[in-house]
């Protein structure tokens, strides 16, 4: 068992960044490939970023390629997603989830509780 809490979330200006923080506890953090989703209101849940368990390949949504950065650090149990230049559009509740590594939901077998990032325009 896996458990993720995010945290990081909050309310910027279009054009700002934030970064999102998720740290694992139970099971050994660097067996797990992460992924970030995201939901919007009246919208499905869709995938931003994915980093293999070693880190060394990264996936990203075309939507926030070259805005966004999914990173993780094994000693610390943490995995982050750094987004810049944020858009009204990206306004959603955003997920960490530890599974396998791929951009579909199913790939992932825990899910943290998520965090609001509101974007302002």
């Known amino acids: 068992q896996v458990q993720l809490v995010e945290s990081g979330g909050g309310l910027v200006q279009a054009g700002g960044s934030l970064r999102l923080s998720c740290v694992a506890s139970g099971r050994t953090f660097s067996i797990y490939a992460m992924g970030w989703f995201r939901q919007a209101p009246g919208k499905e849940r869709e995938f931003v970023a994915a980093i293999s368990f070693s880190g060394g390949s990264t996936y990203y949504a075309d939507s926030v390629k070259g805005r966004f950065a999914i990173s993780r650090d094994n000693a610390k149990n943490t995995v982050w997603l750094q987004m810049n230049s944020l858009k009204p559009e990206d306004t959603a509740v955003y997920y960490c989830?530890?599974?396998?590594?791929?951009?579909?939901?199913?790939?992932?077998?825990?899910w943290g509780q998520g965090t609001q990032v509101t974007v302002s325009s």
């Open positions: 989830a530890a599974g396998g590594y791929g951009f579909h939901e199913s790939a992932y077998d825990y």
